[in-house]
């Protein structure tokens, strides 16, 4: 792909993402004051095992399925997508159905695992959505494995519409007999069902068909090790959903305020410290099928630089959204949800920033070229250590063990891949500079936010808030120039060297 291509991939992916993720934000704005940290608590139990079982039936399926298209249209090979399409969606669907069924038969058993028994019926409701998300999770392989990233990335915002909608329309009242909590997780599911029709449709315009299917060891081999990831990923999330209010009660929290604190971190606080990944993603979603067909071509150089390219713009953006939390965490929280102790964590946790976006671009690359059992293992020792310490922690210090639990997660992950990665390509990819770069502007504009809102704060609460933001962010952009990193020609927009 062009320089030019990867330049209007990368802005139309992130237009989507950003107006997704800025969806999505405003919405759990609005829920979490409309219905509270607790029923957001309650939500985000449900949501958590439910991914769990997403986890069991898609797997690394569509990722393998994005990369080996993009590896047969490396070699002139492309007619054969529709085949590994049908492949991927008879495992993912067989899965889906299997772990629906257990599903539905461990639901009276939950309550064993799950604290806030009032979870269990929520998540109950959105079982159903297992068949269709995960239906539509592998169409979204195959339209990004064959660069159509438009609709692949319209997909995820009509779907975040709907759910939106729905939501408005079920938790407001509008339908009698159905409360707050109910009407959530019944809005995950119908809004779901209808997103699964409408990517069949975008699917067949795009010329798809289902065809019949391949070996399926093809795709089973490289997805198995990415699959046991991804549980491993869901079983991380459990446990804040899970683990951690044992940890607080043990502590001496009550129910109600052990699920209040994964509410505020779940759903108000994560969002935030998220937010960066609306265009880091977008960055990972084009340039994977780009690494794939460096790899396939055996074109170590240039893959090396794609890599470079991306780890370093990926750091430079995190950077930026970790100068405003980490000056204005709790100032933003209070603006936002009207609540101190999300922004208190959010404080804390946003040095994650330094090393998550670093960690997410070179596990994407080694799930492109192949590297997936490497990328397991890394992965599998970061989590062990991560689930540890959820386990232990949270009756000493309480929620400030999830931050403690995913540094040692992102820095043993992605110190270990990042030692697998040099060694197959033979080459540094100046990640410890890039770190050690933004780290020094970060901390310079964190100082210089808090002294301007400091300054400005007797004013008015809300226009101290966006004039430091705003002062901090573009000492931040000025900053990043005159070092070198937002010189366009040496990140991802330079001309690539072509064969």
Known sequence: MSTNKIFKSVLTVTGFSVITRGLS??????????????????????????FLFIALSTGGIST???????????????????????????????????????????????????????????????????LSTTFYIIIRGWFWGNK?????????????????????LLVSGVVSGINGTTGLALAFTLSDVIVGIIIIVMFIKKGGKFTKHGDFLEILRPATPLTIM?????????????????????????????????????????????APNAIIGSLAIVLIPELSADNAKGDKLRLKEHVSQGVTLATAVSGAFMVVYASLGKELTAFLYNDLPSGEYLEIACILLLVMPIGQMIASTMNSIGMEKENFISYSVG?????????????????????????????????????????????????LKTLITVAIIAITCIILTENVYGLTGRLNDIFALIVSAGIGAICYVILLTLSGMLDIKTIVFKKLKTQ
């Open 230 to 274: 991804k549980i491993f990923g869901s079983l991380a999330g459990t446990a804040v959903a899970l683990i951690l209010p044992q940890g607080l009660i043990a502590g001496g929290a009550t129910i109600a305020e052990a699920t209040a604190s994964v509410g505020r971190i779940s759903g108000m606080a994560n969002p935030l410290l998220f």
């Open 383 to 431: 989590t062990a250590l991560m689930i540890v310490a959820c386990m232990i922690l949270p009756k000493y210090i309480g929620v400030s063990a999830i931050i403690i639990a995913d540094g040692l997660f992102l820095l043993t992950s992605t110190l270990l891949n990042v030692y697998f990665l040099r060694k197959s390509i033979n080459g540094s990819l100046g990640i």
């Open 25 to 50: 934000f405003v919405f759990k704005i609005y829920l979490s004051r409309t219905v509270g940290a607790e029923i957001m608590g309650l939500y985000q139990i449900a949501l958590t095992v439910f």
């Open 148 to 168: 159509y990233f438009t609709s692949f990335s319209a997909s995820e915002t009509i779907e975040e519409i709907l759910r939106i909608l729905f939501t408005l």
């Open 64 to 130: 393998v399925l994005s990369r080996k298209i993009a590896e047969e249209s490396a070699i002139g090979n492309g007619k054969k997508s529709l085949t590994l399409l049908s492949t991927a969606l008879i495992m993912g669907c067989t899965a889906a159905v299997v772990c629906l069924a257990v599903a539905y038969l461990s639901l009276p058993y939950l309550g064993f695992i799950i604290t806030d028994e009032r979870a269990i019926p929520l998540l109950k409701i959105m079982l159903p959505a297992l």
